[in-house]
């Protein structure tokens, strides 16, 4: 049976030493954070994620999801229960404003316990995980009366919420939206449509479902500048706040899909169901965006946190396998053969995998302080700053993170060879379960399409100038130093790399767009082996001063970090390459067959 133990320790270095948590304490809600909190609710999700997700994980992706004939849908054994610990765990509302019975912590934690709880139980963490987003957007763009009526309910866990975007023709082009909007006099709306792929759409957990759902009214304009979001619970709720009838929104049926069993993927029918306008008519897509950024950031933790769990049971099984003998030598004379880890591809393999974790997490918690402050911050140059950089990087972190994560959880696989396909270790489910991550929120070559069509250029390329600048300062800081020289030469060569990129784009994009949409892709993996190159250069050069200072009892750790950052520059770093003489060839080879010719 698969295993899992949370990084705690890691999560701590980065919060504490790395990214020096405890200076952003100028920030509401930061204060209360100190490390000994920290390090206590880190500690508290671990054991939760430890003791009660992970145990539910093989069970609930055995079980899966059932519909019943009444369309009610019945959630795997131990779902429910698990809810409601996590619930009265004040998970949900751990960085929610206390107004609303949140505990108004930062938001970085609830990334950090995002990270736990996908690793534990990837499908699980989807019911809370949609509910928080559909919490951020009722907060941002709710009226005052949407959020007393839904909110406290919502972060208590007594009710969920879901995304209603999707509909049979249409994922990505979301201007292509059918599902209609018709005023019914009194302030609400009846809506009607159907959606597909609503994850969490129908749940036997919470008493209520809270749908968002994007909708046209009628009469608007076509395409996205006629969108407009509602709030449609599923049962009506009651001037006293009780839960009442159903308010018609059916689950028409479940998918049968590759994985993420235990949780449910609902085809929603809307038949006039009464719904309420969030925001402003038509601005129904910006409303959304702030549910689908935070669920972007969550999908990007998903990669990292399939990645992680993978790596950490091939971890086991490498060091106890037995199957031929090291070419060094024989290292474990005792027995009839020498456990796997002592074979270089072996450890190649696994190398690659936690060289990328622990850089994908710092990335994570680099670009999760950034939405702290661009949320917090009374500064505002501070807040821009943060907020360009979060805008540029969300496309990169889910794209990359989702696609380098799955290759992780095959690498994997493949460490337990034959055993890695059957299903009782559970290395085939990691796999199945993280393949969805590089579809949903936008597929990944959509993201590298955002990135490269829309962040890329906004306000004159003002956030990649600056991330341009910050790690160019960066290596300028600290190339004096001997024993990081070795790994900033490999992040400086990078870095010129995407400069080069960058400025091919703009040579060469604009005129012929269909050369950006060609080298998109690999512009998304260039800038974000990048960022991982940084991080590791930053979390080396922590762990020199540590060494240095003596390292106060975590020599071997900080020596491991020092070896893992210098096969990332060697062995992962120079992809950088590839994908620039691959943008750089432009879209000709790529565009020139008719699509009769496929
Ligand atoms: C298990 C699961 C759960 C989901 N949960 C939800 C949910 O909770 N709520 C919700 O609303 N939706 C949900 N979805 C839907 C999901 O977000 C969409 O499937 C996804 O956004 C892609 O849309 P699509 O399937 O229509 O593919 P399409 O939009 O048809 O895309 C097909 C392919 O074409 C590519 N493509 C499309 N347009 C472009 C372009 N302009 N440039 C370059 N490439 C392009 C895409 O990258 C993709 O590879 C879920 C889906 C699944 C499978």
Redesign the pocket.
Known sequence: MPVYKAPVEDTLFLLNDVFQFERYNNLPGFADATPDLVEAVLGEGAKLCEEVLQPLNHSGDQEGCKRNADGSVTTPKGFKEAYRAYSEGGWIGLAMDPEYGGQGLPYTLGAVMNEYASAANMAFAMYPG?TMGAIAALYVHGSDEQKRAYLPKMIEGAWSG?????EP?????LGLIKAKAVPNGDGSYAITGT???????EQDITENIIHLV?ARIEGAPAGVKGISLFVVPRNAIGADGKVGENNKVSCGSI?H?M??HA?S?CVMNYDGAQGWLIGTENKGLNAMFVMMNEARLGVAIQGLAQSEVAYQNAVAYAKDRLQGRSLTGVKNPDKAADPIIVHPDVRRTLMSIKAFNEAARAFVLWNAIKSDVAHRSTDAAERQAADDQLGLMTPVLKGVLTDIGFDNAVKAQQMYGGHGYIAEHGMEQFVRDAR?AM????????Q??DLVGRKLGRDGGRAIMAFFNEVGAFVKENEGDEALKPLLAPLAASLGHLQQATMWFMNNALAKPDNA?AG?HDYMHLLGLVCLGYMWAKMAKVAQDKLRAGANGATELMNAKLVTARFFMERSLPETAAHLARITSGSDATMALSAEQF
């Open positions: 949609l879901t995304m209603n975007l999707t023709h249409c994922g990505t082009d959606k597909i792929f609503i994850s969490a759409g994007l998918e899909k994985g993420i949780n993927t969805i579809i949903y929120e936008g597929a990944n070559g959509v590298a399409m949409g998109a």
